[in-house]
């Protein structure tokens, strides 16, 4: 009797949705945990074609080549300046100059943008990423919450309405 006094007196919608808050809390803190952490988004600013064509030449006003104007540096160049001939370090400096003028260049480029243009630049540049652990956190709570007030619709339609 005592049982039945309390089952009546519960109420079922506010604890179930009570329960589906704190369940979808638990479950977006452990996706986010598990999912982002194996993502890296990319913050950097674009490599303007204009600062590109200006500063991307050597010494000697010959431009890069389609390989270079990517930021690609040949293997050797990965070893330390010493062990470099003389040649190829004065190539490497050179490279890292242009550079350096290419990405200050293009930063102030993007500066100059207005900051709504460049948010949109970073969500579609990062959107294919972002994609995937956006719907594995926020789409299993979204389909539980509308399975139970589906499954809630349909039992309400079993109880009778009160006689008078």
């Known amino acids: 009797m ?7 007196a519960m109420n079922v919608r506010q604890g179930t949705f009570r329960a589906w808050v704190v369940l ?3 479950w977006v803190c452990f996706a986010t945990w598990t999912t982002f952490g194996s993502v890296t988004l990319d913050f950097a600013s674009p490599v303007s074609d204009r600062c ?4 991307g030449k050597w010494p000697d006003g010959a431009a890069f080549d389609v390989w270079e104007q990517t930021g690609s540096t040949p293997y050797d160049w990965k070893l330390p300046d010493a062990e470099l001939s003389v040649e ?3 190539k490497k400096q050179a490279f890292g100059a242009a550079w350096e003028r290419i990405n200050i260049c293009s930063a102030a480029e993007e500066a100059a943008k207005p900051f709504t243009q460049r948010v949109a630049f970073l969500i ?8 995937h652990p956006l719907m594995t956190t926020f789409l299993p709570p979204l389909a539980l ?3 139970g007030v589906l499954v809630g619709w349909i039992l309400k339609g079993f109880v009778g309405s009160p006689q008078t």
């Open 24 to 26: 979808s809390i638990c």
């Open 124 to 131: 579609n540049q990062n959107l294919s990423i972002l994609q």
């Open 88 to 90: 190829d370090r004065a």
């Open 52 to 55: 590109l064509d200006q500063f």
């Open 145 to 147: 919450l509308i399975g």
């Open 2 to 8: 005592i049982l039945g006094m309390w089952v009546a």
